[in-house]
T-cell receptor, first 114, second 113 residues
Framework: DQQVKQNSPSLSVQEGRISILNCDYTNSMFDYFLWYKKYPAEGPTFLISISSIKDKNEDGRFTVFLNKSAKHLSLHIVPSQPGDSAVYFCAAYDYGGSQGNLIFGKGTKLSVKP | DTEVTQTPKHLVMGMTNKKSLKCEQHMGHRAMYWYKQKAKKPPELMFVYSYEKLSINESVPSRFSPECPNSSLLNLHLHALQPEDSALYLC????????????FGQGTRLTVV
């Protein structure tokens, strides 16, 4: 049973436009969410996070929105740049589990075309 | 220093070999993790060390043996692995507690032949 779902395996966006990556979760006990970016042959790089007490967190070109009632979060990248092309993983901390158990979605491969 | 350093970057080993993966961080983090990532799949948690004590073992086979010699180092000892254990092994660390972001190393690409 997949607790963190990224239903779009891939997304293609034109440079300068907005990229919106979506993530849904099923466990209402999740209360901290993170986005990671991963280039091939590298470890995931932390991008941005959000606590369930907020509905929005912004860091430069990256904004994460959280809709707790819908159990949905999204990552907005504005404007998108070719260097943003990577796989993006949504992750949540399993509050019901033990410390450190990050649950990852399957990832969305973003391609930003010049 | 906000880095998690993993060595080696690549490792090829036979099924009868014994090898070790190493991970180091100097951020003062008290929680360290091993993840396994197969191609086109998300990372999967293997082990968690908290304050140098093993706190989570996600039903990992005994041919993988973690060790945390001190708060900055984390090892993963490998013995009698199978070809299906070939994967990217990622180390991560976080300050403590679940509500802090984990920093990942670059990973060790392991191939078992």
């Amino acid at each position: 049973d997949q607790q963190v779902k990224q239903n779009s395996p891939s997304l293609s966006v034109q440079e300068g436009r907005i990229s919106i990556l979506n993530c849904d979760y099923t466990n209402s006990m999740f209360d901290y969410f993170l986005w990671y970016k991963k280039y091939p042959a590298e470890g995931p790089t932390f991008l941005i996070s959000i606590s369930s007490i907020k509905d929005k967190n912004e860091d430069g070109r990256f904004t994460v929105f959280l809709n707790k009632s819908a159990k949905h979060l999204s990552l907005h990248i504005v404007p998108s740049q070719p260097g943003d092309s990577a796989v993006y993983f949504c992750a949540a901390y399993d509050y019901g589990g033990s410390q450190g158990n990050l649950i990852f979605g399957k990832g969305t491969k973003l391609s930003v075309k010049p | 220093d906000t880095e998690v350093t993993q060595t080696p970057k690549h490792l090829v080993m036979g099924m009868t070999n014994k090898k070790s993966l190493k991970c180091e961080q100097h951020m003062g983090h008290r929680a360290m993790y091993w993840y396994k990532q197969k191609a086109k799949k998300p990372p999967e948690l293997m082990f968690v060390y908290s304050y140098e004590k093993l706190s989570i073992n996600e039903s990992v086979p005994s041919r993988f043996s973690p060790e945390c010699p001190n708060s900055s180092l984390l090892n993963l000892h490998l013995h009698a692995l199978q070809p299906e254990d070939s994967a990217l092994y990622l180390c991560a660390s976080s300050q403590e507690g679940y509500s802090t972001e984990a920093f990942f190393g670059q990973g060790t690409r392991l191939t078992v032949v």
